[in-house]
């Protein structure tokens, strides 16, 4: 008996808890619980079809701060109008500015943009701080997941080897996206990134004997949109949308039906067991994402599979 009630204390130890991550715009939110994992519970304030310029604080804002262990904002004054006062009112220590909950997550990015001389509200749309949207370039991504690595450690330091390992797998799987695993294996990735960002990447590739495909190397408009890990990125009437990309939904569509298929003629348990993995890993990977009219449509794709 004092066995049993020994472990059901240990399985309720507060060390057990997953830290409330709060992050302003769904593509922090998306790092986050990435680099977190099972070990935090990521809440975003706002959702993907949402100008993160115009935003109208709730009380369910202030509800959700005041539970936050940590507070993760974009930067370079992009939520000026309602963080300030969120954080105020939430009455929450741990996300005061200044406090190891408050996390910038422009802190370590290179400010570009940056406006000179007189600034004022006549001059339209202005960020005082820089280009405020640094996440449309990939290579940032991996900044910030380091900036949120760092404080899910100071927040968690049990977890800290954990929270380092699915950061370097996700700063990873951006090289990987960006230049290639097979160019990885001959050069650092630390290396390709300052030849792409000093503008030298093809000339620092020729000088070794390789050159960027044609075919394979596009600029594209952001109006027209890209794909990258899964997402399709793109402008629409200035405001930034992000979407699963038609290839990740047909792959994930794909494993789905090939199990349905290899378990024909298997119990219906077979399947229960087989299918939620894959299909929930899917959703949560995009649900900070544009997915209102998607996920309905997956789910129909899926029924008449089962169906048949």
């Not at 709060?22 to 990435?34: F, K």
């Not at 027209?224 to 629409?236: P, T, W």
């Not at 038609?246 to 494993?255: D, E, G, N």
Request: hydrophobic content about 45%.
């Amino acid at each position: 008996m004092l066995g049993s009630i020994l472990a059901l204390l240990a399985v309720l130890a507060p060390g057990d808890d997953k830290l409330q991550v709060l992050t302003t715009t769904p593509e922090l939110a998306d790092i986050a619980a990435q680099v977190g994992g099972d070990r935090v519970e990521v809440t975003s304030l706002l959702k993907g079809p949402e100008d993160a310029h115009f935003v109208d604080a709730k009380p369910s804002f202030i509800k959700a701060a005041n539970r936050a262990d940590l507070f993760i904002v974009n930067g370079m004054s992009l939520e000026i109008g309602y963080a300030p006062l969120l954080v105020r009112d939430s009455r929450n220590a741990k996300i005061q500015p200044g406090a190891p909950g408050y996390v910038d997550a422009s802190a370590r990015i290179r400010k570009l943009e940056l406006p000179t001389g007189v600034i004022d509200r006549t001059m339209g749309d202005v960020h005082p701080d820089g280009n405020p949207h640094y996440l449309l370039d990939p290579m940032n991504g991996k900044v910030v997941a380091a900036t949120i690595r760092d404080a899910l450690s100071a927040a968690d330091p049990a977890h800290k080897a954990e929270f380092d390992e699915r950061c370097a797998k996700l700063q990873r799987s951006i090289d990987e996206a960006m230049f290639g695993a097979k160019v990885l294996e001959r050069f650092s990735a630390d290396a390709l990134s300052e030849a792409l960002s000093q503008g030298t990447l093809e000339a620092f590739l020729k000088e070794r004997g390789l050159h960027l495909s044609p075919e394979k190397t596009v600029i594209t408009h952001m109006a027209d949109g890209l794909d990258l890990l899964g997402q399709h990125i793109r402008k629409d009437n200035g405001k930034l949308l992000i979407k699963p990309s038609a290839k990740s939904i047909k792959t994930m569509l794909r494993k789905v039906r090939g199990v349905i298929k290899d378990n024909k003629s298997a119990a219906a348990g077979n399947l229960l067991c087989q299918l939620p993995p894959i299909i929930r890993g899917w959703a949560m990977s995009h649900r900070h994402a544009v997915s209102a009219h998607v996920f309905p449509s997956v789910d129909h794709a899926i029924l008449q599979a089962l169906w048949r």
